[in-house]
């Protein structure tokens, strides 16, 4: 079966670091995908690791462990518009992109 | 161009009422998706074109038909629809369905809001 873990829901500070952690089981494992989604918009590409290790990009970083099944996402410096659900999304052997059900981080002043 | 554009934003529909969901993107991607979206769920995949053939459908009611007339849009027409499809209906392409070791990102449309009555 295929199974995407994250947690519901984060709380963090402006200027903190937050690590939003991901399980996943899916049918073959062919890369995974970290979007991010405010409220009421679509899903925007945040980052894609297929090889263990971390893949840094500004303000955020992925990183991915197949042997785990493991993944997170390191966002540093928070902003208010940080604010947004963000999704764990790996891709199966059949290149399907299976969304988890996304974490709502809030950022607090 | 990076961009896919949905038409309408937003659609409010009776159960007998027939209307399409409209889509296009000239990033010159060979694959397009349709994904239906709840509150506070993530996106379902609903269908995925490959050069402008249908890959998949993910047993989707027969009330939802895709369509791809050519390599940028794609069409979602809606029949006799239940209230319980309400959702925000989301295009979204990337530049192959298979494209292994590489990013193949998803690119997503802003989204149709969709009210059945």
């Known amino acids: 079966g295929q199974n995407i873990d994250q947690p519901t829901e984060m709380t963090a500070t402006e200027g903190a670091i937050v690590q939003i952690n991901c399980t996943y089981q899916t049918s073959g494992f062919n890369g995974l995908f970290w979007y991010q989604q405010h409220a009421g918009e679509a899903p925007t590409f945040l980052s894609y690791n297929v090889l263990d290790g971390l893949e840094e990009k500004g303000r955020f970083s992925s990183f991915l462990s197949r042997s785990k099944g493991y993944s997170y996402l390191l966002l540093k410096e928070l902003q208010m518009k940080d604010s947004a659900s963000y999704l764990c999304a790996p891709r199966n052997r059949d290149d399907k992109i299976i969304f988890g059900k996304g974490t709502r981080l809030h950022i607090l002043p | 161009d990076t961009e896919v554009t949905q038409t309408p934003k937003h659609l409010v529909m009776g159960m007998t009422n027939k209307k399409s969901l409209k889509c296009e993107q000239h990033?010159?991607?060979?694959?397009m998706y349709w994904y239906k979206q709840k509150a506070k769920k993530p996106p379902e995949l609903m269908f995925v074109?490959?050069?402008?053939?249908?890959?998949i459908n993910e047993s989707v009611p027969s009330r939802f038909s895709p369509e791809c007339p050519n390599s940028s849009l794609l069409n979602l027409h809606l029949h006799a629809l239940q209230p319980e499809d309400s959702a925000l209906y989301l295009c979204?392409?990337?530049?192959?369905?298979?494209?292994?070791?590489?990013?193949?990102?998803?690119?997503f449309g802003p989204g149709t809001r969709l009210t059945v009555l």
């Open positions: 074109y490959s050069y402008e053939k249908l890959s």
């Open positions: 990033m010159g991607h060979r694959a």
């Open positions: 979204a392409s990337s530049q192959e369905l298979r494209l292994a070791g590489l990013y193949n990102e998803q690119f």
